[in-house]
């Protein structure tokens, strides 16, 4: 079985400011993690991954997550906030191994003030 | 370019009306799914499918039927549309990556 918590339903920050999404899993295997970023009226676009290489991952637009096995945590970062950035935010688990169904969060939306 | 292509973008039913939601991927996915998304409860996985010829339930599959007769295709049928339906609806394709998934833009479904 398998489980994501986005802690936090909202999360308001000012442009130019850090970024931090947070996200726990747990699953009975060894996981592939995501995260997921949706525009209004939009559909969803891979932000980044994590599948069992380097435990700090790299993203599009200057996000990075870093994939913290102690904690079963995947918290998505960004030292910098744009305007652009606001959207809504998914972490998704799946199994290596196992069924291959992802799990996902029920999401963070993002709010970025001037 | 296309990606994943979904039809209709919107569209308003009458409680009681069926009708296809049509999805089309052209990346040789093996896996496809369809998604619902409502405030508040973030995606839920109605029907799946790992493969031409094979499909499965997911968390909310009541009130729907899908079918898979090609790898490209994975046609979302609403039998007999009821209220509770309304949502956006998304359907997604994956590749060798468990869990990398490309998602179309959305079917924005009312029903009356």
């Known amino acids: 079985a398998q489980s994501v918590t986005q802690l936090d339903s909202h999360v308001s920050v000012s442009e130019g400011t850090p970024v931090l999404l947070r996200c726990n899993y747990s699953?009975?295997?060894?996981?592939?993690l995501f995260w997921y970023v949706q525009h209004p009226n939009k559909g969803l676009q891979l932000l980044l991954k994590?599948?069992?290489?380097?435990?700090l991952v790299k993203g599009i637009n200057g996000f990075e997550a870093e994939f913290k096995k102690s904690e079963t945590s995947f918290h998505l970062t960004k030292p910098s906030a744009h305007m652009s950035d606001a959207a809504e935010y998914f972490c998704?688990?799946?199994?290596?191994?196992?069924?291959?169904?992802?799990?996902f969060g029920r999401g963070t939306s993002l709010i970025v003030h001037p | 370019n296309a990606g994943v292509t979904q039809t209709p973008k919107f569209q308003v039913l009458k409680t009681g009306q069926s009708m296809t939601l049509q999805c089309a991927q052209d990346?040789?996915?093996?896996?496809m799914s369809w998604y619902r998304q409502d405030p508040g409860m973030g995606l839920r996985l109605i029907h799946y499918?790992?493969?031409?010829?094979?499909?499965d339930q997911g968390e909310v599959p009541n009130g729907y039927n899908v079918s898979r007769s090609t790898t490209e295709d994975f046609p979302l049928r609403l039998l007999s549309a009821a209220p509770s339906q309304t949502s956006v609806y998304f359907c997604?394709?994956?590749?060798?990556?468990?869990?990398?998934?490309?998602f179309g833009e959305g079917s924005r479904l009312t029903v009356l």
């Open positions: 997604a394709s994956g590749g060798r990556a468990p869990g990398e998934l490309f």
């Open positions: 699953s009975s295997y060894s996981p592939s």
């Open positions: 994590y599948t069992s290489a380097a435990t």
């Open positions: 998704v688990v799946t199994p290596i191994g196992g069924s291959y169904i992802p799990t």
């Open positions: 990346m040789n996915h093996e896996y």
């Open positions: 499918s790992v493969g031409a010829g094979i499909t």
